[in-house]
């Protein structure tokens, strides 16, 4: 490890911190981790020894000069608003919140909550995030929960690190809302027959096709978490 090394490896992952240790990257200083003297990372670095990496039990961190991620505070959708409600203690034995949904890539506030919303056994009026990228939901908070402060949910979400996604057994709760408006009106028909589902092409080619045929994959991810999945061939 070099210092150029970590930050070109934390700079193309999106980080706003790299950090020299064992290579780190973050992108915000986690409690407990306070400041001390430069004098106590002065530890060469292995792949360079004119370089210093940090120390035992002490980090070199170098900032980006990105935006430092935060905690979304409120969601609208076209539905409602989902507000932050807390960060609260949450373990295997017990949930505070008892449905888990799968995100391929890992879960954002908006993601969550859409998949909360979407979801067959729903729709939950909450959702969380927990752990960087789980997804989770539920109908009410779990007996065992409890709120803790804030800061213990600082854990940069996987997908986004704009976000703040919960931390290891602490979820970042939040809560629904529905809109006042009301819902949109009932389907003038039922039930369609004979279309085609098909992709325009927002720059078609001079002399070709305008739209191509789409083809509807279902897949199930994980045990009832169904995705679907567009495919189309071009020649």
């Avoid at 992108?27 to 002065?42: F, M, N």
């Avoid at 949930?95 to 879960?107: E, K, Q």
């Avoid at 729709?123 to 989770?136: D, K």
Wanted: aromatic share 6%; proline share 7%; hydrophobic share 30%.
């Amino acid at each position: 490890m070099t210092i150029e090394r970590c930050i070109e490896t934390c700079d193309a992952a999106d980080y706003k911190y790299a950090g020299l240790e064992f290579g780190n990257c973050d992108s915000v200083i986690q409690l407990p981790g306070e400041q001390v003297e430069d004098t106590e990372c002065a530890m060469t670095c292995s792949g360079d020894a004119t370089q210093t990496c940090g120390g035992p039990s002490r980090i070199n961190v170098f900032d980006s000069g990105r935006p430092a991620p935060e905690t979304v505070q409120t969601l609208e959708t076209p539905t409602g608003t989902w507000d932050y409600t807390g960060c609260y203690t949450d373990s295997a034995a017990g949930r505070t919140l008892s449905f888990g949904i799968n995100i391929p890539g890992g879960a954002t506030i908006e993601s969550c909550s859409a998949a909360c919303t979407a979801s067959s056994s729903g729709p939950f009026p909450l959702s969380g995030v927990e752990n960087r990228n789980e997804c989770w939901c539920g109908h009410e908070l779990g007996e065992t929960a409890l709120p803790v402060d804030d800061n213990l949910c600082r854990g940069v979400c996987t997908a986004d690190h704009s976000q703040f996604c919960g931390n290891a057994n602490r979820i970042s709760v939040y809560t629904f809302t529905p809109s006042a408006e009301p819902p949109p009106g009932a389907c003038e028909q039922a039930s369609v027959a004979n279309f085609t589902l098909v992709a325009e092409f927002k720059e078609p080619e001079e002399d070709g096709p305008a739209s191509v045929p789409l083809k509807v994959i279902a897949v199930e991810m994980a045990s009832n978490v169904i995705w679907t999945i567009l495919s189309v061939r071009i020649s």
